[in-house]
């Protein structure tokens, strides 16, 4: 039996191969993810590893409480005298001091800050106190280490910037702008390369100078001398610190430091996986419907075997065996073609400006050879279960009488009632994960996965009813434009409803998930917009060059005296710890009240100038939650480990696009007086004369010697604000394309199973007149007609879910995003064209007699 | 018991089969009642849609009578279960079809051991050898179907349904498909299955040369048996054809 389903597999070799494309692009997005995070894990892995190198214990500042984020300007530094003290203890064989920040911004020749990809990455900025310190991770490629008012920078930056030794290169971390010269080229020691960010090295003074952290430090790497152990020196190091300082093995502070990449990675590695997810899912559509019409092509062949004394268990064995061993082949070929894939996405997230380190491609870990394979070969085995068991109610009477059928199942007529009240129950688990109150985040996301999938097989099994009317509408044109031959293709793509609804529904998944997507993002946009048009008051916003990065309170102050400059507001922002949790805290200044116009439940615009030393404003969800009413105390502690009180003087009602506070927000005052080196995320401007070319002018010369802030008009503001969304928006749609292709595919398969199936229809039509440039319209038509079903039933869904969705979260509104789903439609009509290719050229290649006497 | 003290080996009583319901329905039997013996070759002749096909299929076990009952080997099949039905398939059916029937992806040989392969039979060398060596396909084995002639196809598709020795073996039109020297050659290697191992054959054909090699002939007409000769000549055979108005 075995044997016969392999041999069975091979003399259908393309059929077979068009099948096996649907898995192998599921398992290779399944398998890329995997390589893709293990490479990026790894390349962290060696980042951290080597960026400890000779310690045995870090000592570090310690922040009051764990902040979520390795926000650098929120941690507390400490006084440099303790270095002395640490060289004192007997373990200690060696110690250095260091500081450093993750905005050391280099400053092109065009005065801008050099900055790769969308920006993400760190500006890296150190202190190398001792070159030849074992300590120090770098060696030279050329130059020398840098002394007093020097710099060193990485090999990459340098060569993309066409920088050398000897140059002058400005740098701007703290303060003002400082010219420094480059005394050498750098690069990590083991020829690690860090992705998107930027290194500055200075020795210790400078660093110190400029980071604004004269006096102090922000780590001292230890080495023990040969026989103390790391645990020991430890020990020995602890009782001499001061409070605001703590000290690890360099084991952990390598873990700790790798716990917010290793948090990154994760989301990536499932967020990535959920798109092959998808790509499975509509390959197992796929598959199953390719089994299903081989299988009733083969019902003959089928019959004859149970003739022959075949079981109903060995038919159906056979049938799994070849999903079996299909799934398998399917599956190697998946894991290598996920090497590919990974190196595109490493591409792709490159293109858009999300460099990700890479030290090469991790090779196929045991997790993830064993994850993809597993997954890819129990998708396909799952889709051939229902063509299986069919395959097993063919008669052996089907092997003498022509014409012979499946036998309708038995509950063929409570199949369409079953299908619609099963996609039904996915919406409304769907709508329960969405709207039922009080569920948790790992409930919602599983009662929204299941009823999606659940919609999803409803709504497939159930489309076979929507054939028919939906092809006389879609297939309209068809005739229109194809004449006979689209006539013809109308007619086909009717003629077995059933086939045509399951091609059909590989690709509606696909556009469901786009058109959710399109539809939530113009959402997001709109809801964005209208809420800065409501709120935002001034005429310019200033904002660090990549859009989201803390900027120098002194450009904001700078940009205050610029000519006609009536009022600027800044905004700080960072963690706080409050009402036992950590919270985004945001602190304004009363210059605020003339740039932002908020809706207030309580107080009012003149919160802003009154907040003071202990005045606090919330937001209305948050006073809600916490039962906070004007006058009530709020304990809030600082990284730095002070808790003060502070007084409600406001509550606001924040529109769904969002506001610029966090659920808590304090005066700036009170924000500069806890923070170590406190700086804005943004500034709103109000000139006299709004936005005018001479106020641009003056404002974009007062930010002259603040290379990394910019000034622009609200217009710009919003549209810079949500480039970095746009564009993780194109990842997206590029992840989903992987299953709009998988279904394109399907669409192949199913085509040239019926070109097949219709061998003689196809030579009758060719011998009573009709031209091969016919026969190819027809087969196009055919498949037009079946995307654009597919994409109707798909967008439709897709605007459905949204739709949900957009009811249930504040931060949306509904906008229809009519662009994209044109471009959709458009898009369909090309799967289709493209699908019809090859099984169109395979038709028109009949020759009429020999099709004629096939068989 | 008949005549020639043979055991009927398939015994059919009052069979009937109405297709559809209702205005349309159509009765293609309409009470059967018949014994094959053990060890003869038995021809079904009639008009085209008069039954024959259909009282095969019946007698096979493939289809249902309306009413009726139909005992092969001793064993009363019209209520079996599939899996019953499966065993009965493997153990006492053979079936040579009109249009061969062969697996396209297995070799001759395959082809022709398959009913043992799925009986999970390990199968007798020998035997297996004898048979291929009767219907003359020694040299032909690693062939593919598509690379085999008409007349050979119709040879692996007997050799298929002997290999497993059914107690009995129906043949539909089996010279249907094939020129009239194939056909010849065909209707010689059942014939010969008969006499040299008495396997009870029961064969549908309109060819009068092709019944005359029975051992006896059962005339179908409009869904009931007509007539019935025994050892007739083909001469014998059209004259009894043109008398029944066939
Ligand atoms: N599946 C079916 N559904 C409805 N009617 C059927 C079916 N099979 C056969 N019939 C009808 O039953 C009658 C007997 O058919 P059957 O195939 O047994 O005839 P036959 O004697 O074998 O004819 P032929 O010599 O043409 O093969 C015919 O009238 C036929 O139309
Ligand atoms: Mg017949």
Known sequence: MTRFALRGLLSRKLRTALTAIAIVLGVGMISGTFVLTDSISHAFDRIFTDARKGSDAVISGKSAFDTSSSDASLTPTFDESLLSKVRQQPGVAQAEGSVSTDSAHLIDKNGKVIQFGLGGAPNLGFSIANGKSPFNPLSLVDGTWPGPNQVVIDKETASKKHLETGQDIRVQVEGPVRT??????????????????????????????????????????????????????????????????????????????????????????????????????????????????????????????????????????????????????????????????????????????????????????????????????????????????????????????????????????????????????????????????????????????????????????????????????????????????????????????????????????????????????????????????????????????????????????????????????????????????????????????????????????????????????????????????????????????????????????????????????????????????????????????????????????????????????????????????????????????????????????????????????????????????????????????????????????????????????????????TTQVLVFFVAAILVGILAAIFPARRAARLNPLEAIAYE | MNQDGKAPVVVARDVTRRYGQGQTCVDALRGVSVDIESGRLTAVMGPSGSGKSTLMHILAGLDKPTAGSVEVAGQEITRLNDGDLTKLRREHIGFVFQFFNLLPMLTAEENITLPLTLAGEKGDDAWVKEVVGDVGLSDRLTHRPAELSGGQQQRVAIARALVSKPTVLFADEPTGNLDSTTGGEILQLIRESVDNRGQTTVMVTHDPRAASTADRILFLDDGLIVREMHGASSHEVITTMEEIGV
């Open chain 1, 180 to 817: 420094l010269r480059i005394s050498g080229i750098v690069q990590f020691s083991s020829g690690l390369t860090i992705g998107g960010a930027t290194i500055a090295g200075f020795d210790l003074p400078t660093a110190q100078r400029l980071f604004a952290k004269q006096g102090r430090l922000d780590e001292i790497a230890v080495a023990a001398k040969p026989t103390v152990s790391d645990a020991e020196l430890v020990k020995q190091i602890r009782p001499i610190l001061p409070a605001d300082a703590q000290v690890r093995t360099a084991a952990q502070q390598v873990a700790k430091d790798a716990s917010d990449t290793n948090s990154f990675i994760k989301f990536l590695r499932s967020f990535l996986l959920a798109f092959g997810g998808i790509a499975l899912f509509v390959g197992a559509f796929v598959i199953a419907n390719s089994l299903s019409i081989t299988i009733a092509q083969r019902t003959r062949e089928l019959a004859t075997l149970r003739m022959l004394g075949a079981s109903r268990r060995q038919v159906l064995r056979s049938i799994i065996i070849e999903a079996l061993a299909l799934g398998i082949m399917a599956s190697v070929v998946g894991l290598f073609f996920g090497l590919l894939l990974a190196k595109g996405l490493f591409g792709l997230f490159d293109l858009i400006g999300f460099i990700l380190p890479n030290t090469g491609l991790v090779f196929l870990s045991w997790t993830a050879v064993i994850v993809a394979l597993l997954v890819g070969i129990l998708v396909t085995l799952l889709a051939s279960l229902r063509p299986a068991i069919r395959a097993t109610r063919v008669p052996p009477i089907a092997a003498v009488r022509e014409g012979a059928t499946l036998p309708p199942a038995r509950f063929a007529r409570l199949r369409s009632v079953g299908a619609a009240l099963m996609a039904v129950g996915g919406v409304a688990a769907l709508a329960y994960g969405i709207f039922k109150h009080g569920l948790g985040t790992k409930q919602v996301l599983f009662w929204m996965g299941f009823g999606t999938l659940l919609m999803f097989i409803g709504v497939a099994l159930f489309s076979s009813r929507l054939v028919r009317p939906l092809a006389r509408v879609l297939g309209w044109p068809a005739t229109k434009i194809g004449g006979a031959a689209g006539l013809l293709a109308r007619d086909n793509s009717r003629r077995n409803p059933q086939r045509t609804a399951s091609t059909a529904s590989a690709l509606m998944i696909g556009l469901t998930l786009v058109t959710l997507v399109a539809t939530l993002a113009s959402g997001v946009i709109a809801s964005f917009s209208q809420a800065v048009n409501d709120l935002f008051t001034g005429d310019y916003a200033i904002t660090a060059q990549n859009n989201f990065s803390p900027i120098p309170i002194d450009a904001a102050d700078a940009a205050a005296k610029a000519p006609g400059v009536t009022v600027v507001g800044n905004v700080r922002t960072g963690e706080i710890h409050v009402f036992g949790k950590n919270a985004f805290a945001t602190a304004v200044d009363p210059g605020m009240a003339q740039v932002i116009n908020m809706k207030w439940q309580a107080g009012s615009q003149a919160v802003f100038s009154e907040l003071g030393a202990d005045g606090a404003f919330v937001d209305k969800d948050y006073a809600k939650k916490h039962n906070l009413r004007l006058g009530s105390r709020v304990a809030v502690t600082f990284p730095n480990g002070s808790t003060r009180q502070f007084v409600i003087k406001g509550v606001f009602d924040p529109p769904s696009g969002g506001t610029p506070f966090g659920p808590v927000t304090i005066s700036a005052a009170a924000w500069d007086a806890q923070v170590p080196s406190p700086e804005n995320l943004y500034s709103f401007v109000k000139t006299s004369g709004g936005t005018t070319a001479a106020n641009q002018a003056a404002l974009e010369k007062a930010l002259k010697p603040f290379p990394n802030a910019k000034a622009q008009t609200r217009k710009k503001f919003i549209s810079s604000q949500i480039g970095p969304f746009k564009q993780i928006l194109n990842v997206l749609y590029v992840l989903l394309a992987l299953s709009v292709i998988v279904s394109l595919f399907g669409i192949v398969n199913t085509l040239v199973l019926t070109v097949f199936e219709r061998t003689r229809e196809i030579g009758m039509l060719r011998a009573i007149g009709m031209t091969r440039r016919q026969v190819r319209r027809m087969i196009r038509h055919e498949s037009i007609i079946t995307s654009l079903i597919g994409a109707s039933i798909g967008i439709a869904l897709g605007l459905l879910l949204a739709t949900l969705l957009i009811v249930r979260v504040d931060f949306l509104v509904f906008s229809f995003p």
